[in-house]
């Protein structure tokens, strides 16, 4: 388990564990350390997909299916043993999505809440022409500028070849992952019963987050925080976050 999932601040007292997701490229550093801003009823836990960080001589995942597989080998005792929560940041949100599906459908295991952030519904058009974007023919230097306009990533870190390197491949590996993700909604059924808390940027580029209220029979809300795609590195927005998605879990009647 350690290996797929970093665990900075155990809390084996906790009352539900949040499962964090990182976005395109991303590790596992800033999502981690979320779990000293809880309380003590939130244990964060958060997903290190292979290829990085402690995993880096691994090879990428091949494709959803493949990860959203191994994330739910590790973690399914895990989960069910005590209630959890989703979090997931762009790419992320697509994983925790996909693993929330796959744990819905195969194992009837709903989290209690799913948060969803700087991400289109899965189902909307804005998400099928993503798919499309030739990122294995698009040279590095406009990936380059794509990380860049988004954020999250410290120039000094893009300034260093070999990091800069693997950087763009683990951008190309991860985004070619999202880009085998498939979902079709059914015109009657909600797979989930959840509420569900969409967050964005207010500089980010619009997200088609209505979408998500399609997919639960709970409740859906929509939050707008200030800055870009990454605005929930900032201390401000973390402190949001944290408070607000501690009130939904609490709400839940663990």
């Known amino acids: 388990m350690e290996k797929v999932i970093a665990h900075v601040h155990k809390r084996p007292n906790a009352l539900c564990r949040l499962i964090c997701f990182p976005w395109a490229g991303g590790g596992t550093l800033q999502l981690a350390r979320w779990g000293k801003l809880f309380s003590n009823s939130i244990e964060v836990l958060c997903v290190r997909f292979p290829g990085r960080e402690t995993r880096f001589t691994e090879p990428f995942a091949k494709d ?3 990860m959203v597989n191994e994330v739910t080998s590790v973690l399914l ?9 989703f979090f997931g940041h762009s790419f992320g949100s697509y994983v925790s999505f996909a693993v929330a599906l796959h744990l819905k459908e195969k194992y009837r295991l709903e989290p209690v809440h799913l948060f ?14 993503l798919k499309h974007i030739p990122i294995f023919n698009t040279i590095d230097e406009e990936v380059l500028a794509y990380i860049r306009i988004q954020g999250g990533t410290s120039s000094e870190l893009l300034h260093n070849e070999e990091i800069k390197k693997h950087l763009l491949l683990t951008f190309r590996e991860d985004i070619r ?3 085998t993700f498939s979902f079709k909604k059914a015109e009657m059924d909600s797979p989930f019963s959840c509420d569900i808390t969409c ?3 207010s500089d980010d580029k619009a997200h088609d987050l209505q979408g998500w209220q399609e997919l639960t029979s709970g409740d859906t809300s929509f939050y707008e925080l200030p800055g870009g795609h990454f605005y929930l ?4 927005n973390e402190i949001f976050l944290t408070k607000h998605i501690t009130r939904c879990i609490e709400n839940a009647g663990l």
Do not use: C, I, R
């Open 77 to 85: 005792q895990e989960l069910k043993e005590k209630p959890f929560a």
């Open 233 to 236: 590195l900032e201390p401000s």
């Open 64 to 66: 959803m299916t493949s």
């Open 177 to 179: 992952v999202f880009q």
């Open 199 to 201: 967050f964005n940027g």
């Open 116 to 129: 969803m952030s700087g991400a289109h519904a899965p189902h909307s058009e804005a998400v099928d022409s």
